[in-house]
């Protein structure tokens, strides 16, 4: 049974460009979450979805970061025209139900020049 | 609003001494409480989690943690560290929503 895939693991882009990062869950989850951790920080959720539904985007920043999660095919959380400030480590997670455990994919670490 | 705390950024011990990473967390209602493990350039690992019953709850990797509702504390600890032990440590609580929120880590590192 895979775990939690991200890809891809690193991403290199310029200023201005659009990042699409990409998250399959685990079997059978239906629940995914994305979390971003800046350098020397702790993660911090950024939005949380089902199938076809953004269920809290609480932590979504309000301009250029958009996420989905369609009926068939991964998680996509889209960062258009980035900026060097976007540069940071972003990890989904995936879970069966709300508040049961999340399992944590390995990342993707995105660089912005 | 739901807070974690983790006092201590780095944190080195000597190879078979004994651990303990603090965690202290702000929450309403009796918490769901974890402990995950990230090595360098890796995703999170989890070591174990507090939902309800027994307050010493034993984890993977010879960890335990022990929930004290009175210190609002859910520390971390292990008797004897091993070198592969080295890496950054995270405590975590559930808010309402099912959301993580995480403390900012503790980063271990072990001296031969």
């Known amino acids: 049974n895979a775990g939690v895939m991200q890809n891809p693991r690193h991403l290199v882009r310029r200023r201005g460009q659009e990042a699409r990062l990409r998250c399959s869950p685990m079997?059978?989850?239906?629940?995914v979450y994305w979390y971003r951790q800046l350098p020397e920080e702790g993660l911090k959720f950024m939005v949380y979805?089902?199938?076809?539904?953004?269920?809290?985007e609480s932590g979504m920043p309000k301009e250029r970061f958009s996420a989905e999660f369609p009926k068939e095919g991964p998680s996509i959380l889209r960062i258009q025209q980035v900026v060097r400030g976007d540069s940071a480590a972003y990890f989904c997670?995936?879970?069966?139900?709300?508040?049961?455990?999340?399992?944590f994919g390995p990342g993707t670490r995105l660089t912005v020049l | 609003a739901q807070s974690v705390t983790q006092p201590d950024i780095h944190i080195t011990v000597s190879e078979g001494a004994s651990l303990e990473l603090r965690c202290n967390y702000s929450?309403?209602?009796?918490?769901?409480l974890f402990w995950y493990v990230q090595s360098p350039g890796q995703g999170l690992q989890l070591l174990l989690k507090?939902?309800?019953?027994?307050?010493l709850v034993q984890g993977i990797k010879g960890f335990e943690a022990e929930f004290k509702r009175s210190q609002s504390s859910f520390n971390l600890r292990k008797p004897s560290v091993h070198w592969s032990d080295a890496a950054e440590y995270f405590c975590?609580?559930?808010?309402?929503?099912?959301?993580?929120?995480f403390g900012k880590g503790t980063k271990l590192s072990v001296k031969p």
């Open positions: 929450y309403g209602a009796t918490p769901y």
């Open positions: 979805l089902q199938k076809e539904n953004i269920i809290d």
């Open positions: 997670a995936s879970s069966s139900g709300t508040g049961d455990h999340q399992f």
């Open positions: 079997k059978g989850h239906s629940h």
């Open positions: 507090y939902f309800s019953g027994d307050t």
């Open positions: 975590a609580v559930n808010d309402p929503g099912g959301n993580l929120i």
